[in-house]
C-alpha cells in the first residue's frame, strides 16, 4: 500500500509519478526526487561491471519520520520509487518486492506498446489501474 | 424489500428484463450499463431514477439483485404512470401497466411489455422468452441515439417502446439479419461493417418504436435478407420469438427504412462496437480485417510487427494515447505483435472509436482472441438468457465468414460460455503478470523461513534435574546447583535406603552424585535423582558404619562410562561415594596412601569413581563422588583419616579438576581449580598427587565428552565439580559425630576440619550459585539472540 508510486526514467526526469493523498503531492515529489540521490548512490557502489549481478530491488532507501521511501531499478538504469507509509509496520520486505515485480511488468507491458514512445510519459490505464490498486485505499 | 407481487405479465416482463440486464448471469446486475440504460429509457429524469434506485435497496446493496431489480422496475412503471414514488407504491398500486423504457434496451423492453401488457398472441410467444439478446444487439445498433455508452440497453432503449412488436413476425434472427445487413453495406471501408450493425438495430428500435430514426438506420439495408432470416428464424423455437418481435418490426420497418442516415448508421455502429453485442464483429467486418491484415502480413497465422500495426493504425488519425489504448486492449499476450485475431479486435476497436464509441477499459470478451473465434461466435451469443436464440447461432453461422465454420457448433458454448471467457479474459490478464514474477516471490515467503536448528540445552533440562532431585531429596534447596549440599546428613539415610535399592536395582545412578545428573542427558534424570539419592546415600553411607555394597558401578547409564566404573570401581562400597560427581574426575585420593585398605581403596575408587564420572557425562562423575564419600566415612570411622580424608578428597578433587582443566573447558576448570585450590589449601596434597596419577587419563577422556556435551553448559560441571567438593565436605560431616566420641582431640580436630569444610562449602555453594546465575543468563541471552535471528531468516 504505497502512498506515492513515480517512475523515473533513465535521465532522471519522471515518466509517471502518482501519490494518493493528492494534496501532499508536492511533499512526495520532493521525497522521489531526493531519492534518486541514494539510487545512484546505490547503483554506482556495485561498480559498472557487476549490472547483471546487481539486484534490481534496492530495498530501503531511506526512512524518515513518516515515511519509508524504496527503491528499484531495472537493467535500463529506469528506477520505481515507491514511498509507503512508515506506520505501515506489516508491510514486509517481500510485499515490497512483489509490488516492484508488478510494476515492472506493467511497465513492460507499457514499452512494449509501439504507440508509446519511450521518453513520454506514461498514461497508459492499465498501468494507472495497476498503480492505484497498490495504492493506499484511501476513501 | 418489502414483498413484491408481480402479475404474470410483469414476472415474464421483469424476469426477461432481468435477464437482459444479467449479461454475465450472476443473478445479480451492476448498477451501470444496461441497468442504466434501461432506466435511462424509462425516460424518466433522472432524480427519479436515483430515487428508484435508492428505493429498491440497490444503492446499499451496490448492485441489482433479482428482487431490486424487480421492484426498480415496479417503481419505473409507477413513475411512468405519474405516481409518486413510495416504496409502498410497490404492491399497492394495481393494474400498473407495464414500465415502458425508451431507451436502446428498453425498446426491447418495451416491446416485451408491449407484449406483455398487451397480453397478444406474443405473449404466449415470449412466455419464457428473455429478451431478445441478439434482438438487443439489433436494438443496440438502433439506439444509437443514446449515449456513447455502448450497452445494449441503449440499442433497446433506441427501441421506442413501441409495444408493439408485432409478434407476429417470424422471429427474426434477429442477430443475424441484421448482420447480414451488415454484410450489406458491403465492407468497402472499415465503416461499413459496423454501420451493418448499426441500420440492423436501428430498424429493430424503429420497428419497435417505429421512429423514424431507427427506421432510417434500416433504410440501408434491404429487407430482404433479414425477412430470410427471420423466416428461417420463425423455425426456431418459440424462444425465439421475442427475436420475432424484432423482426417482425424490423420488417414493417424494412419500408420505412429507406434512407439510412450517416448518423443513425454511425450510432448504430457505435452500438454494434460498444458492447459485447456491439463489439462483436461481424462476417463482413472480419472479412475486412482479414484483408486488411493480408496486406501487412499475407502470412494469416503470423504476427504483425508492433511497428508496422503502429503505422497502420496511425493512418486511421486516432490520437496516439488512444491507439495506445487500443493497443494494450488488443495485444493480448503482450507480445508487442499482433496477431490476426488481435488485429481484428485492434481494427474493431479503431472502427469504434472512430465512430464514437468510447474504448472500454478491458477487452471485450467477443474481441479476445480466444481458442476459439469468438467473435463470430459473439454476434451469436449475448450472455445468458439467450437460450432461446441458440437457433439463431445455429443459422448465423452459415453467415459467417468461412474462416470460422467450426465456430458455429461452438457458439452455443459460447455464448454460455461468454461469461467465462470474459472472466478468463480478465484473469489471463492479471496471470500474465503473476506468471512473470510471482514464482519468485513464494520463495520469499517468510513462511518458508530457513529452518535453523534449534539447540537443544542440556543445561535447563540438568538444572530440572538438580532440581528433580533437590526436590526428591526433599532437603533445602537453597542452592539448586548443589543438591548435595541440600542433601543433609539426615537425607542421606533416606538417600542412602533409596540409592541403596537402586543400587540393587542396579543403577548406575546410584553412587553419582547429582551433578553427574546435571551433566548427563535428561533421560538419565531419573539416574540423577538416583544418583542424588545415591549421593545423599553415600553420606549416609559414609556415616553409617558399613559402607553400602559398593554401588553398581557398573550399572552406568553410559556405556562408556560403565566401563570406566567397571574399570575404576575396584572396590563397590566406596565407589558409591561419588556423591558429588565433579565433572572432571575427582582426582585420586591420596587418601589411599594415607587411609586403611579400605580407604585407600575408596581414594582410588574414589578417583577412579571421580574419574568415570568425569568421563561419563552423567554418571561417572558422580562415583568419585561416591568414593569420595565413601572415604569420608572411611575417614570419619578414623578421625585422623577424616582429615586426611577431607584434604585426600580435596586433593583428588583439585587433582582431577587440574586435570580436567587441561582437556576439559577451560572455565570448568579454572572454576574447579579455584575450588579445589581452596580445598587443596586446607588438605594435604600427598595422597593428591598419588591419587590423581592413576586417574589422570580417564579424566581427561570424560572431561572431553562433559566439554563437548556441556558446551553450554560449562557452569553445570563446575556445579558438579562444587557439589562434588561439597559431597566430599558433606561426606566428611556425617563422620564428624562419629568420632565426637572418640577423641576430644578428634572431636576438635574434626570440629576444626568442618568449620573449614564449611566455609569451603559455603564458598562453593555462593560460587556455585554464581554460575549457575551465569548460566541462566546466557540462557536467556542465547533465547534472545533466537528470537532476534527467528524473524530475520524470515527475510
Not at chain 2, 451496490?62 to 426498480?72: C, D, E, K, L, P
Amino acid at each position: 500500500m504505497a502512498v506515492c508510486i513515480a517512475v523515473i526514467a533513465k535521465e532522471n526526469y519522471p515518466l509517471y509519478i502518482r501519490s494518493v493523498p493528492t494534496e501532499n503531492e508536492l511533499k512526495f515529489h520532493y521525497m522521489v526526487h531526493t531519492s534518486l540521490d541514494v539510487v545512484d548512490e546505490k547503483i554506482s557502489a556495485l561498480g559498472k561491471a557487476l549490472v547483471d549481478q546487481r539486484e534490481l530491488y534496492l530495498g530501503l532507501l531511506y526512512p524518515t519520520e513518516d515515511h519509508k521511501v524504496y527503491g528499484y531499478v531495472t537493467n535500463s538504469k529506469v528506477k520505481f520509487v515507491m514511498v509507503v507509509d512508515a506506520s505501515n509496520t506489516a508491510l514486509r520486505d517481500n510485499e515490497i518486492r512483489s509490488m516492484f515485480r508488478k510494476l515492472h511488468n506493467s511497465y513492460t507491458d507499457v514499452m512494449c506498446n509501439p504507440f508509446y514512445n519511450p521518453g513520454d510519459r506514461i498514461h497508459s490505464r492499465a498501468f494507472d489501474n495497476m498503480v492505484t490498486s497498490m495504492m493506499i485505499q484511501v476513501c | 424489500m418489502e414483498g413484491l407481487t408481480l402479475s404474470d405479465a410483469e414476472q415474464k416482463y421483469y424476469s426477461d428484463l432481468f435477464s437482459y440486464c444479467d449479461i454475465e448471469s450472476t443473478k445479480k446486475v451492476a448498477a451501470n450499463g444496461r441497468v442504466l440504460e434501461l432506466f435511462r429509457a424509462a425516460q424518466l429524469p433522472n432524480e427519479v431514477v436515483l430515487q428508484i434506485k435508492e428505493l429498491c435497496g440497490a444503492k446499499r446493496l451496490g448492485y441489482f439483485g433479482r428482487s431490486q431489480f424487480y421492484i426498480a422496475l415496479k417503481l419505473v412503471a409507477v413513475a411512468q404512470s405519474g405516481l409518486p414514488l413510495r416504496v409502498e407504491s410497490i404492491n399497492t398500486v394495481k393494474e400498473l401497466p407495464l414500465p415502458r423504457f425508451v431507451a436502446s434496451k428498453n425498446e426491447q423492453e418495451s416491446r416485451h411489455a408491449a407484449p406483455y401488457s398487451s397480453d397478444s398472441e406474443n405473449q404466449g410467444s415470449y412466455s419464457g422468452v428473455i429478451p431478445p439478446p441478439p434482438g438487443r444487439g439489433q436494438v443496440k445498433k438502433g439506439s444509437i441515439s443514446h449515449d456513447a455508452v455502448q450497452p445494449r440497453t441503449s440499442t433497446d432503449q433506441q427501441e421506442p417502446a413501441s409495444p408493439v412488436v408485432s409478434p407476429q413476425q417470424s422471429p427474426p434472427a434477429s442477430p443475424h439479419p441484421w448482420r447480414k445487413h451488415n454484410r450489406h453495406p458491403s465492407g468497402g471501408n472499415s465503416e461499413r461493417p459496423l454501420t451493418g450493425p448499426g441500420p440492423f438495430w436501428s430498424p429493430f428500435g424503429e420497428a419497435q418504436s417505429g421512429s423514424s430514426a431507427a427506421d432510417t438506420v434500416w433504410s440501408g439495408h434491404s429487407p430482404p435478407p433479414p425477412q430470410e432470416n427471420w423466416v428461417s428464424f420463425a423455425d426456431t423455437p418459440p424462444t425465439s420469438t421475442l427475436l420475432a418481435m424484432h423482426p417482425a418490426s424490423v420488417q414493417d420497418q424494412t419500408t420505412v427504412r429507406t434512407v439510412a442516415s450517416a448518423t443513425t448508421a454511425n450510432e448504430i455502429r457505435r452500438q454494434s462496437s460498444s458492447y459485447d453485442d456491439p463489439w462483436k464483429i461481424t462476417d463482413e467486418q472480419r472479412q475486412y480485417y482479414v484483408n486488411q491484415f493480408k496486406t501487412i502480413q499475407p502470412d494469416l497465422n503470423g504476427f504483425i510487427p508492433g511497428s508496422a500495426a503502429k503505422e497502420f493504425f496511425t493512418k486511421s488519425k486516432l490520437p496516439i494515447l488512444e491507439l495506445s489504448h487500443i493497443w494494450e486492449l488488443s495485444d493480448f499476450d503482450k507480445d508487442g505483435a499482433l496477431t490476426l485475431d488481435e488485429f481484428c479486435a485492434a481494427f474493431h476497436l479503431v472502427v469504434a472509436r472512430k465512430n464514437g464509441y468510447d474504448l472500454p477499459e478491458k477487452l471485450p470478451e467477443s474481441l479476445m482472441p480466444k481458442l476459439i473465434d469468438l467473435e463470430d461466435s459473439a454476434d451469436v451469443g449475448d450472455q445468458p438468457g439467450e437460450v432461446g436464440y441458440s437457433g439463431s447461432p445455429a443459422e448465423a453461422p452459415p453467415s459467417k465468414s468461412p474462416s470460422m465454420p467450426s465456430l458455429n457448433q461452438t457458439w452455443p458454448e459460447l455464448n454460455q460460455s461468454s461469461e467465462q471467457w470474459e472472466t478468463f479474459s480478465e484473469r489471463s490478464s492479471s496471470s500474465q503478470t503473476l506468471t512473470q514474477f510471482d514464482s519468485n516471490i513464494a520463495p520469499a515467503d517468510p513462511d518458508t523461513a530457513i529452518v535453523y536448528p534449534v539447540p537443544i540445552r542440556m543445561t535447563p533440562s540438568k538444572i530440572h534435574m538438580q532440581e528433580m532431585e533437590l526436590k526428591r531429596t526433599g532437603s533445602d534447596h537453597n542452592n539448586p546447583t548443589s543438591p548435595l549440599l541440600v542433601k543433609p546428613p539426615d537425607l542421606s539415610e533416606e538417600n542412602k535406603l533409596n540409592s541403596s535399592v537402586k543400587f540393587a536395582s542396579g543403577n548406575t545412578v546410584d553412587g553419582y552424585s547429582s551433578s553427574d545428573s546435571f551433566t548427563s542427558d535428561p533421560e538419565q534424570i531419573g539416574n540423577n535423582v538416583n544418583r542424588q539419592r545415591s549421593h545423599s546415600g553415600t553420606s549416609p553411607d559414609n556415616t553409617a558404619p558399613p559402607p553400602p555394597p559398593p554401588r553398581p558401578q557398573p550399572s552406568h547409564s553410559r556405556s562408556s562410562s560403565l566401563d570406566m566404573n567397571r574399570t575404576f570401581t575396584v572396590t563397590t562400597g566406596q565407589q558409591q561415594a561419588g556423591v558429588v560427581a565433579h565433572p572432571p574426575a575427582v582426582p585420586p585420593r591420596p587418601q589411599p596412601s594415607q587411609a586403611p585398605g579400605p580407604i585407600v581403596h575408596r581414594p582410588v575408587d574414589a578417583d577412579g569413581l571421580i574419574t568415570h564420572t568425569s568421563t561419563s557425562p552423567q554418571q561417572i562423575p558422580e562415583q568419585p563422588n561416591f568414593a569420595d564419600f565413601s572415604q569420608f566415612e572411611v575417614f570419619t570411622a578414623s578421625s585422623v583419616n577424616e582429615e586426611q580424608d577431607d584434604e585426600a578428597e580435596k586433593h583428588p578433587e583439585a587433582l582431577p579438576v587440574e586435570k580436567s582443566s587441561d582437556p576439559a573447558s577451560s572455565l570448568r576448570g579454572a572454576k574447579t581449580e579455584s575450588k579445589i585450590e581452596e580445598k587443596t589449601a586446607a588438605s594435604a596434597p600427598a595422597n593428591v598427587s598419588k591419587g590423581t596419577t592413576p586417574l589422570a587419563p580417564p579424566p581427561k577422556p570424560v572431561r572431553r565428552r562433559l566439554k563437548s556435551e556441556d558446551e553450554l553448559r560449562p557452569e553445570v560441571d563446575e556445579h558438579t565439580q562444587k557439589t562434588g567438593v561439597l559431597a566430599a565436605v558433606l561426606a566428611s560431616q556425617p563422620s564428624i559425630p562419629r568420632s565426637v566420641g572418640k577423641d576430644k582431640k578428634a572431636i576438635q580436630a574434626s570440629i576444626r576440619r568442618n568449620k573449614e569444610t564449611n566455609t569451603v562449602l559455603a564458598r562453593l555453594n555462593s560460587e556455585l550459585q554464581q554460575q549457575l546465575k551465569d548460566v541462566l543468563e546466557e540462557r536467556i541471552s542465547l533465547e534472545v539472540q533466537l528470537e532476534q535471528l527467528r524473524p530475520f531468516s524470515h527475510l
